[in-house]
């Protein structure tokens, strides 16, 4: 297939239509129920207070505001797909943003700016002071600025408004790989990304992965739990069809959640909690922790977890009934496998890497001592 066959055959796969439209038009939208602007992405689209107030200046100033991006569903509804902070923000300002459990969030009040310097503790609509409100007149023009909005329409390939929000929301955002792969769990299945985000809470397992206070931020340790699930459902001989870690672990989280079962759920928090129970009792924070001259030290060892914890999640049955005493050998003993410290060097790429460790933990945790 040619070039050109190629740009037409994908092309006509992405159905669009462009509109203008007011701000009261998606507000009136919003209230009605017939926009999904992901109130969870809060935790993870960290606008502050000075860049919500110079969104509500550029309006006020006739400034043009880039192109909001939506997906329609089955039911009509639109799913933002890229706007949700310009969205959440303006509709926080008119004081009828609701949190992700509908509970309405107080209005924004504006801070100075350069160019509107009484902004400063102005309001939509101020209760305690009239002077700190915004006019009739200037609620209207607020209200009547128009907005660009892109809507990919519901007959266009499925997969098309993950890639396109992939594409808007890491490209010249400071979101990490992590906070985007969320977003599009969000997005996908609510219920998913909760029962994820539920055992990054897990006593245990934060007792046993000590990582830096950025990567915390960046939300790495829901990542380690997707790499640990995408080790144990994925088949690792599908691995060689990705050269990126990244683009392996989006796909195979958006597979890994359209083949989900509502009855794996249980199952597979009995044995994270019991894998990490098990490792919190013998090693604690040295879990991950190189061993060598015979201390634990250094870091927190992405490889480590990778081979330990997929292979003792995955042989949990069998590790249990072992001696405490010889499971730490057997941990201990993993650093000195030619296999781990092969996959390790430098050089090694991200995708053989996460191939080898996960292979090697399953084979040498299920192996008899």
């Excluded at 607020?142 to 929000?165: A, N, Q």
């Excluded at 992939?166 to 299945?189: A, F, P, Y």
Aim: glycine share 4%; with cysteine; aromatic share 12%.
């Amino acid at each position: 297939m040619s070039l050109q066959d190629e740009i037409i055959e994908r092309s006509s796969k992405i159905f669009r239509d462009a509109y203008q439209m007011s701000i009261g038009e998606l507000i009136n939208i919003y209230k009605d129920g017939e926009m999904d602007i992901h109130p969870e992405f809060q935790r993870v689209f960290r606008w502050s207070e000075t860049q919500k107030t110079r969104l509500i200046e550029s309006i006020m100033l006739n400034i043009p505001i880039p192109s909001i991006f939506v997906s329609q569903n089955d039911e009509g509804i639109w799913d933002v797909i890229d706007g949700v902070q310009r969205l959440s923000t303006i509709f926080q300002f008119v004081g009828v943003f609701k949190d992700e459990n509908g509970k309405r969030i107080d209005p924004l009040v504006l801070l100075k700016t350069d160019y509107l310097p009484s902004f400063e503790g102005m309001m939509w609509d101020n209760p305690t002071d009239p002077n700190k409100s915004f006019t009739k007149e200037q609620q209207l023009a607020f209200k009547r600025s128009r907005i660009d909005l892109i809507i990919v329409k519901k007959e266009s390939d499925p997969k098309t408004k993950y890639e396109l929000f992939q594409r808007l929301n890491t490209g010249g955002s400071k979101l990490s790989d992590q906070e985007v792969r969320n977003c599009l769990m969000i997005m996908t299945n609510r219920e998913f990304y909760g029962f994820i985000d539920r055992l990054s809470k897990n006593e245990y397992f934060n007792n046993c992965v000590v990582i830096t206070d950025r990567k915390e931020d960046e939300q790495f340790k829901l990542e380690l739990i997707i790499r640990l699930l995408i080790a144990v459902k994925m088949d690792m001989s599908e691995a060689s069809n990705y050269t990126d870690l990244k683009e392996l672990l989006d796909r195979e989280t958006i597979k890994m959640i359209d083949e989900f079962e509502d009855s794996e759920y249980q199952n597979i928090e009995d044995k994270f909690i019991r894998t990490f129970k098990l490792l919190n009792n013998i090693l604690g924070e040295d879990s991950f922790k190189k061993y060598s001259n015979e201390k634990h030290k250094g870091a927190f060892l992405v490889g480590a977890f990778q081979g330990i914890a997929t292979g003792i999640y995955c042989n949990i049955d069998k590790i249990e009934k072992m001696n405490p005493e010889d499971i730490k050998k057997k941990i201990r003993l993993f650093y000195e496998e030619n296999a781990y410290i092969e996959s390790t060097n430098r050089g090694v790429r991200a995708v053989p890497r996460f191939h080898d460790l996960s292979i090697m933990g399953k084979e040498y945790f299920g192996h008899e001592y």
